[in-house]
């Protein structure tokens, strides 16, 4: 893999609070997905990529080179930063045709990169309304416009799908997919497992500052499996549910809560868990009236992955 980014041993701290610790990776070409909840440091692993923090310890190169104060490579790099960080009394065209203006583009240059980027996020039609008033889908699609309105190399997008609806991620998606088949080095952070499962295979699972796993989502898939699932059933006949299940080898603990109406079930396998549970809730004597998992989120994985 012929690399476009590296870093060795990179290390972030805020006096004594660790924001990113020891982190050696080399990363080419496609797409990469950081994965990992809130505060895990995934923000300032890119501050730190894109120059905008200074290592406490360790390196960083982008393209052979340090990305520290380095202008000429910050011109081949996209950044969608997770905070909006918008001009709210301008216009999405405004805010868009004046950062293209840092990048010394004649005028004619600007106005044509600046509606293709908005017509690729289809904001074309809402050039000229205020940034104010954009909603937080709109919003997060002017950022990704202008991360890539200068034709980057590399880019790198922290929870670009954060606030959209199901219809705007998948465009997203989408988008982001191209940019990696097009052969450019896209970064994704996220805290939701199935967006950077539709995203790509590579990803990295960061912790507390720190990598605790990489490689492709089957070997993720793997870890995070081993997690038991809590499962949470809503049901008239409780009861008789749970009697369904006691027993099975895959099922490790059953209680009830709510008087008796919620029934959650501890479970090492839950494809097998929910194919039973399918059949059974088929059967409109079931009483089943609703499924959630209340741990079916990465701090939940991770604490168990580190033996918290």
């Known amino acids: 893999m012929s690399a476009v980014i590296e870093t060795s041993k990179l290390s972030k701290w805020y006096g004594n609070v660790l924001g990113l610790s020891d982190v050696t990776l080399t990363i080419g070409p496609g797409i990469l997905g950081l994965l990992g909840p809130n505060g895990a440091g995934k923000s300032t692993f890119f501050k730190l990529l894109t120059g905008q923090l200074k290592p406490s310890i360790g390196t960083v190169t982008v393209f052979g080179a340090p990305i520290r ?106 988008l982001i997919k191209d940019f990696g088949r097009e052969g450019r080095t896209v970064l994704v952070s996220s805290h939701v497992l199935p967006e950077i499962e539709a995203l790509t295979a590579n990803i990295v699972l960061v912790h507390q500052g720190k990598i605790l796993a990489s490689g492709d989502i089957h070997y993720i898939r793997d870890l995070i499996d081993t997690h038991p699932h809590i499962v949470a059933v809503r049901s008239s006949a409780a009861r008789t549910l749970a009697g369904h299940f006691v027993g099975e080898p895959y099922v490790h603990k059953v209680r ?53």
């Open 69 to 174: 104060n380095n202008q000429r490579t910050f011109r081949r790099i996209g950044l969608c930063p997770e905070q909006d960080a918008l001009y709210e009394e301008l216009t999405g065209w405004e805010f868009l045709t004046n950062l293209l203006r840092l990048y010394g583009y004649g005028r004619a240059e600007i106005e044509a990169r600046a509606e293709r980027a908005l017509e690729t996020v289809e904001l074309l039609e809402d050039r000229d309304r205020i940034v104010r008033g954009y909603s937080r889908g709109m919003r997060q699609r002017l950022k990704f416009a202008q991360a890539v309105a200068h034709d980057p190399e590399v880019v790198i997008l922290d929870e670009p799908l954060s606030g959209l609806d199901p219809l705007g991620k998948r465009k997203l998606i989408r």
């Open 256 to 308: 009830f809560e709510n008087g008796g109406e919620l029934v959650l079930f501890e479970t090492s396998n839950r494809d097998r868990f929910f194919e039973r549970l399918t059949r059974y809730a088929a059967d409109t004597a079931s009483g089943v009236e609703e499924i959630t998992s209340p741990d079916d989120n990465l701090q939940a994985v991770f604490d168990y992955l580190v033996g918290a």
